[in-house]
C-alpha cells in the first residue's frame, strides 16, 4: 500500500535535529518500578489545530480503517489472554505475533513512509564508496521494509531477521527472512553494507549488544540505521494532564522496566552507537500526533493513522507488559485501555510520539 501524496510542507520529515536535551526531566513510580516524565520538545510543524473537533472527517483525509494483507499460515505459538505470541525464545517479546498485529505492523510502515515523503531510509547509501549488496533488517516483523527495499534495489541482496514467522511467503528473488535472535551470535557468511532496524524499543534487553553485533557485520564504509519511537509519550500542551492516555504511557515504561526493557532508550541511541566506535552519527527527529488535532494536512494524515494505530493495539502494546511486569489483571488493563480509547477518539488530548531517526557509520 502506498501512503497518500500530501502537499503540506509544514510537518515535514525536519532535516535538522530537532531537539536532543530532555529539559526538566521527572520521575515518578508506578507499579513499583521508576518512570519518566517529558515535557513536550521543541517542535517543528506540530501545532494544534483550533478548528479541529473531535471527528476526524477532514476534507480529503482518510480515517484510516483497514489494511488488506496477505499473511503466512500459523507456525508455532503460546496464546496467553486472548493474544498469539511467539513460541521461539518464549516470553522474550512482549508483543504478540497475531494477525491484528500484524496489520497494526503493516499500518505502522505505511506511517513511516509516510513521514519521510515515501523514503525507505534516511542513511546516505545511495551510490555508497563499494556498492550496496548486502542488506540486513534486523527484526523485520511482517518483512515490508525488506521487501519494499528488495524491490527498490533489485541488485541487492536482503534478508530479515526475526523471533517470529510472520513474513510472507512470496518474495521478491532476493529477499529472504530467517527466525533468529538478534541478541544471540551473529553468523552471518558475508558482511553487510547496510543494516536497518526499526521499531525496535520492546525488543532487546541490551540495545548495546545488538547495535555492536551489527558493528562487527558491518564492512568498513557500512552503514546502520535506527527508526524508533522516543518514549513516553508527549504532550503540545496541558491538555495531557491527568488523563488515562498520560497514565498508559507510564504504566507502559514501568512494565518494560520491570520486565527488563528500557522502554525510553530510543534517546540514548546515540550515544550508544558513538560508545561502540561508530563514526558520522546523525541523530534526526520527527513527530506523529495522535488524532487530527493537529494543523496541515500531512499531520493529519499521520494522526488519523495514529489513531487507528493506537486504537487498534493498544492491547497488544499493554497486555503481556501491565499484567506480567506490574500484576495488573487483565480485566484492570482492559478496563484502562477503555479510558485511554476514549480519550484518543476524543481528539482532544494533544499527543504525539517523538520520532527518532539515527544513522551511522563504521569507519
Ligand atoms: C515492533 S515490531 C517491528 C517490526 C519491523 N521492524 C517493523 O518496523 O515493521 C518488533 C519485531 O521485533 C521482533 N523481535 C523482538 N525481539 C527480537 C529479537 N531478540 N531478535 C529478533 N527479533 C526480535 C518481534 O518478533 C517483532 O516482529
Same mark, same amino acid.
Given at each position: 500500500?502506498?501512503?497518500?501524496?500530501?502537499?503540506?510542507?509544514?510537518?515535514?520529515?525536519?532535516?535538522?535535529?530537532?531537539?536532543?536535551?530532555?529539559?526538566?526531566?521527572?520521575?515518578?513510580? #508506578?507499579?513499583?518500578?521508576?518512570?519518566?516524565?517529558?515535557?513536550?520538545?521543541?517542535?517543528?510543524?506540530?501545532?494544534?489545530?483550533?478548528?479541529?473537533?473531535?471527528?476526524?472527517? #477532514?476534507?480529503?483525509?482518510?480515517? %484510516?480503517?483497514?489494511?488488506?494483507?496477505?499473511?503466512?499460515?500459523?507456525? $508455532?505459538?503460546?496464546?496467553?489472554?486472548? &493474544?498469539?505470541?511467539?513460541?521461539?525464545?518464549?516470553?522474550?517479546?512482549?508483543?504478540?505475533?497475531?494477525?491484528?498485529?500484524?496489520?497494526?505492523?503493516?499500518?505502522?510502515?505505511?506511517?513511516?513512509?509516510?513521514?519521510?515523503?515515501?523514503?525507505?531510509? #534516511?542513511?546516505?547509501?545511495?551510490?555508497?564508496?563499494?556498492?550496496?549488496?548486502?542488506?540486513?533488517?534486523?527484526?523485520?516483523?511482517?518483512?515490508?521494509?525488506?521487501?519494499?527495499?528488495?524491490?527498490?534495489?533489485?541488485?541487492?541482496?536482503?534478508?530479515?531477521?526475526?523471533?517470529?514467522?510472520?513474513?510472507?511467503?512470496?518474495?521478491?528473488?532476493?529477499? &529472504? %527472512?530467517?527466525?533468529?535472535?538478534?541478541?544471540?551470535?551473529?553468523?552471518?557468511?558475508?558482511?553487510?553494507?547496510?543494516?536497518?532496524?526499526?521499531?525496535?524499543?520492546?525488543?532487546?534487553?541490551?540495545?548495546?549488544?545488538?547495535?555492536?553485533?551489527?558493528?562487527?557485520?558491518?564492512?568498513?564504509?557500512?552503514?546502520?540505521?535506527?527508526?524508533?519511537?522516543?518514549?513516553?509519550?508527549? %504532550?503540545? $500542551?496541558?491538555?495531557?494532564?491527568?488523563?488515562?492516555?498520560?497514565? @498508559?504511557?507510564?504504566?507502559?515504561?514501568?512494565?518494560?522496566?520491570?520486565?527488563?526493557?528500557?522502554?525510553? &532508550?530510543?534517546?540514548?541511541?546515540?550515544?550508544?552507537?558513538?560508545?561502540?566506535?561508530?563514526?558520522? #552519527?546523525?541523530?534526526?527527529?520527527?513527530? %506523529?500526533?495522535?488524532?487530527? @488535532?493537529?494543523?496541515? &494536512?500531512?499531520?493529519?494524515?499521520?494522526?488519523?493513522?495514529?489513531?487507528?494505530?493506537?486504537?487498534?493495539?493498544?492491547?497488544?502494546?499493554?497486555?503481556?507488559?501491565?499484567?506480567?511486569?506490574?500484576?495488573?489483571?487483565?480485566?484492570?488493563?482492559?478496563?484502562?485501555?477503555?479510558?485511554?480509547?476514549?480519550?484518543?477518539?476524543?481528539?482532544?488530548?494533544?499527543?504525539?510520539?517523538?520520532?527518532?531517526?539515527?544513522?551511522?557509520?563504521?569507519?
Amino acid at each position: 500500500m502506498t501512503p497518500p501524496a500530501t502537499t503540506d510542507k509544514g510537518s515535514e520529515f525536519e532535516a535538522e535535529r530537532v531537539s536532543a536535551a530532555v529539559p526538566n526531566e521527572t520521575t515518578g513510580g #508506578v507499579g513499583g518500578a521508576s518512570v519518566t516524565v517529558l515535557p513536550p520538545e521543541p517542535v517543528h510543524g506540530l501545532d494544534v489545530d483550533n478548528n479541529s473537533d473531535a471527528d476526524s472527517a #477532514v476534507d480529503g483525509v482518510e480515517d %484510516f480503517s483497514s489494511t488488506a494483507s496477505v499473511r503466512s499460515s500459523v507456525y $508455532d505459538y503460546i496464546e496467553e489472554n486472548g &493474544r498469539r505470541y511467539h513460541r521461539f525464545k518464549e516470553g522474550q517479546y512482549l508483543l504478540p505475533n497475531d494477525e491484528s498485529e500484524q496489520e497494526r505492523l503493516d499500518i505502522q510502515h505505511n506511517l513511516m513512509l509516510l513521514a519521510l515523503d515515501g523514503k525507505l531510509h #534516511v542513511a546516505p547509501i545511495e551510490n555508497m564508496p563499494g556498492g550496496l549488496h548486502n542488506v540486513l533488517d534486523i527484526a523485520t516483523g511482517t518483512g515490508n521494509w525488506a521487501i519494499d527495499f528488495a524491490n527498490a534495489y533489485p541488485t541487492t541482496s536482503v534478508v530479515g531477521t526475526d523471533l517470529s514467522p510472520i513474513q510472507p511467503e512470496y518474495l521478491p528473488p532476493n529477499c &529472504r %527472512f530467517e527466525i533468529d535472535d538478534a541478541e544471540d551470535d551473529w553468523l552471518f557468511p558475508v558482511p553487510f553494507d547496510y543494516i536497518h532496524g526499526r521499531a525496535l524499543i520492546t525488543c532487546f534487553r541490551s540495545h548495546h549488544t545488538v547495535f555492536t553485533h551489527a558493528f562487527n557485520s558491518l564492512r568498513s564504509g557500512g552503514y546502520l540505521e535506527l527508526q524508533d519511537c522516543d518514549l513516553p509519550l508527549r %504532550f503540545i $500542551d496541558d491538555s495531557g494532564n491527568g488523563t488515562a492516555l498520560g497514565t @498508559w504511557s507510564q504504566r507502559l515504561m514501568a512494565g518494560g522496566a520491570a520486565l527488563g526493557k528500557d522502554l525510553t &532508550r530510543g534517546r540514548r541511541y546515540k550515544e550508544i552507537l558513538e560508545e561502540i566506535g561508530f563514526v558520522d #552519527v546523525v541523530e534526526k527527529r520527527t513527530q %506523529f500526533p495522535i488524532g487530527t @488535532w493537529a494543523m496541515g &494536512r500531512k499531520n493529519k494524515t499521520l494522526g488519523a493513522w495514529m489513531r487507528h494505530d493506537m486504537l487498534t493495539g493498544l492491547q497488544a502494546m499493554s497486555m503481556a507488559i501491565m499484567t506480567r511486569g506490574l500484576g495488573m489483571a487483565s480485566e484492570e488493563v482492559d478496563g484502562h485501555l477503555v479510558d485511554v480509547n476514549a480519550e484518543i477518539e476524543s481528539n482532544r488530548v494533544h499527543a504525539y510520539y517523538s520520532i527518532v531517526l539515527v544513522y551511522a557509520r563504521k569507519p
